[in-house]
């Protein structure tokens, strides 16, 4: 399962209250009727404040919740999954009742950027050079 993995940072309840009201159908039609400059605009001053808020938020909140993975992987069945949005890389490796399970993060394209690189030898999480 590939996933954005906002969804599974089930600790940081002001960001998730703040997604589900800028993604509901109302909000984006009256988003989407201003003019294009006050959209950017708005837009800039909440990219601010969420950044100025995320480096004032312990990082155990913006971290997925292991329980929340561990539902959305039984929810599917699957045993493997692929996000970001922490923008912490790792391969993370666990049990899920008897069976193994693969958590897999990627970085971010700002300063660490990374991808998975999967073939039939195996996947490798690669770290990018800018």
Same mark, same amino acid.
């Given at each position: 399962?590939?996933?954005? %993995?906002?969804?599974?940072c089930?600790?940081?309840?002001?960001?998730?209250?703040?997604?589900? /009201?800028?993604?509901?159908?109302?909000?984006?039609?009256? =988003?989407?009727?201003?003019?294009?400059?006050?959209?950017?605009? /708005?837009?800039?001053?909440?990219?601010?404040?969420?950044?100025?808020?995320?480096?004032e938020?312990q990082?155990?909140?913006?971290?997925?919740?292991?329980?929340?993975?561990?539902?959305?992987?039984?929810?599917?069945?699957?045993?493997?999954? /692929? *996000? %970001? *949005?922490? *923008?912490?890389?790792?391969?993370?490796? =666990?049990?899920?009742?008897?069976?193994?399970?693969?958590? /897999?993060?990627? %970085?971010?394209?700002?300063?660490? %950027?990374?991808?998975?690189?999967?073939?039939?030898?195996?996947?490798?999480?690669?770290?990018?050079?800018?």
């Open positions: 399962l590939m996933l954005h %993995g906002d969804l599974l089930t600790d940081d309840t002001r960001y998730l209250r703040f997604r589900k /009201i800028v993604r509901s159908p109302l909000f984006q039609t009256l =988003f989407l009727a201003l003019p294009a400059r006050m959209r950017q605009k /708005i837009a800039g001053t909440a990219r601010d404040k969420s950044q100025l808020e995320n480096a938020k990082p155990a909140i913006m971290d997925v919740s292991q329980r929340a993975v561990e539902q959305i992987m039984e929810l599917y069945g699957i045993r493997t999954m /692929i *996000h %970001g *949005h922490t *923008h912490r890389p790792a391969i993370h490796q =666990f049990k899920l009742g008897a069976e193994s399970a693969t958590r /897999i993060v990627l %970085g971010d394209w700002y300063e660490q %950027g990374s991808m998975l690189r999967w073939n039939t030898n195996g996947y490798q999480l690669e770290q990018l050079t800018f």
